[in-house]
């Protein structure tokens, strides 16, 4: 009879900014199942959203999740763009300009804040240290165009409310150039790191059919050889002017999920700089005054992938129905194959490799069983990942 | 073939309205003994990608939009079926056919009182263990 | 002063809760120990377990499901511990207080002794904050 220990892994952590309880269900070494439970964070948005007018949803939908800050008021409103005959024929040229910077200079921040973590989950808190210094720059920019470092505002349904001034720019651009050298730093760190390579190669593989099923998104499914990415099937902003690649790996571990991120920061800065040089003088706003009745749907590529915002609208200034659906939600489900039947010491790395955002999802996870139990937490269960990496540190150095 | 015809072929007189209310949205309404036939024709045959569900407490019952995404074109093709039983709104689960609709299925149960049928985990998603049951926080006043 | 008290002001060691925040403030407060603030050269230190905290720092607009772990939480932090609630949502519930999933605010719950507003309240506000709380712990006997 084997001897299930339950590994509970938060929901107070102090790495995990989000309180979320994963349940692993382990026997020996190996994780046998796993149960996510998911709730703290559930604010009933979508209920909040039908008394709030049109104007007001978008600072609220602003503050569903600190990370993805743009993506999901940029949904919102296109769904609302959508009821109105779409981005393209209602906002403004510029608007639309400044929109893609914003949203991409997000997913510079995202995918660098993502590094820092994964790296920390697996012991390299100098990654840690470097990708959160060198995102400090981007913050910077956003602190000098918006007037926050997060939480924007500058989406509303028509354009956008605050212009990117000209003597902004150069700010910007060097940023950017600054930034690019840091990647390069990043990505010999990281794919060039043998211990790197063994430690993540191989782990926590969600296979093509897998990631098909559980119908995940971003660079999760892109990951895994699924050809999905909104700014190309469903272009908005101003993606369809611009010359950029999808990132796609097929490996679907989370040596190929890391690789499609970093990959992706170097297109991001160069829609940045396409963008900064393209950009046309003109109005940043439609002034819209009325929502006519209909549906709409608005969705747009967040770092973590495809964010869905749904909205009915009667005519009235409030919306009759809200639905939002975040990218984590489809992604963290998928963790039921992802995790099960890799070992403790890959639990920590592996249930990070999707970028979860739990504040996106609102989750929980917690399992207790009584008996013959075994009780770690979260923190043993990043220094079992730690530990892994001192191993194979150790074990190639006496192969040398 | 383009998708819109092949929908139309496949789904045959199983859409009772087909609305396309812009350049890539197309609304089609079926009845709700069709909806795993339609997910699996949608999902399966087609191709398509199960974005997520939303429901609504409408006067005429309760409505779930089923929204793919055909992301070859971009294009999303919305289901939409018509719960006319308020007070016992039910319905068949996609669950075993789409793993991915498993929590959007829970949440709609959880948000509405939709049964799903078949769905192999309907238990509770966002909502804390004391709050009330039978209590659906997105149903509209009666 | 008293001795330990005196000590335990020096360095501060922080336990970070979240009862139903979006997060932003939680990655400010991580900022706090990354290059460019470095808490940790003012011997502030984010404590592993609630056991060793000095300081709760509780960011969310107290989400339903989290209000009686919060409780057991600030049971469990050895005194004295000081709270400090970070940003809007904790300080006042911010957008969410009409909702049906959050209860109520965070100081009818708990004595709250800083509060910093913001949404999210930048690092520098926050080191602000906790030194504000470290003071407020060198004036108790």
Redesign the interface.
Known sequence: MSHKVIVPIG??H??Q???EFFQLYVEGEKVVDIDII???????????SE?KHFDQVA??VE?????C?SSHPYAYVLAVE?IL??EDKVVPLRARYIRTIIDELQRIHSHL?WLGLAGHFIGYNTV???A??YR?PVLDCFELVTGN???YAMFKVGGVRRDLKDEDIPFVKKALDELFPAVDMFRGAIMDDPVIRSRLKGIGILTREEA?????VGPTARASGI??D?RR???YGVFERLSWNVILENDGDIFAKTVARIMELYESISIIRQCLDEMPEGEIDADIKDVPA????G?VEAPRG?C?H?I?SDGTNRP??H?I?APS??NV??NKVGAVGGTISDAAITLAAVDP???CT???AVIQRPGNKKIMNG?DLIRLSQEKTSRMKEGSRHND | MNIRDGVREKLGDKITQWRE?????I?LEVDKKDILEAARILFLELGM????A?G?DTPEGIEI?Y?F?F????E?Y?LRVLLDDKKRPEADSITPL???????EREMWEMLGIQFRGHPNLK?????DDWPQGEH??RGKE | MNLKLKALAKSLWV?????????????????CL???FDVERFGIL?????RHADVLLIT??M?R??VV?MKK?YQQAPKPCLVVACGTCACSQ???R?????REPLDKILPVDVYIPG??P?PEAIISGITKAAAKLKGRR
């Open positions: 929901p107070y102090p790495l900014d989000e309180p998911i709730g703290y964070n559930h604010r009933g948005i979508e209920k909040l008394d600072f609220l503050r569903i999740c600190g990370i800050s959508d005959g779409g804040l840690w240290m470097w959160w210094k400090e470092r997060n939480n098909r099923n559980w119908c995940v050809n999905i909104v099937d469903e272009p209909g549906e709409g749907i969705r495809e869905f749904y009915k009759v129905r639905k659906r939600f489809m489900a998928s955002c739990y504040c609102e989750r929980l923190w | 209310i812009s350049r890539r949205r609304y990608r199960f974005a997520t939303s609504i939009l929204h995404s992301d070859e074109n971009g999303i919305t789409i793993k991915g609709a498993e929590w959007i509770r998603l966002l909502l804390a926080p997105l | 336990f970070h809760v979240s009862v139903g925040s979006c997060n932003n403030c939680d990655i400010e407060i991580l900022d990354t290059p460019r984010l404590a592993g377990s609630v969310g607009a989400n499901k989290a772990r939480i911010h957008m969410f009409d909702s049906y999933n959050v949404c999210p930048k």
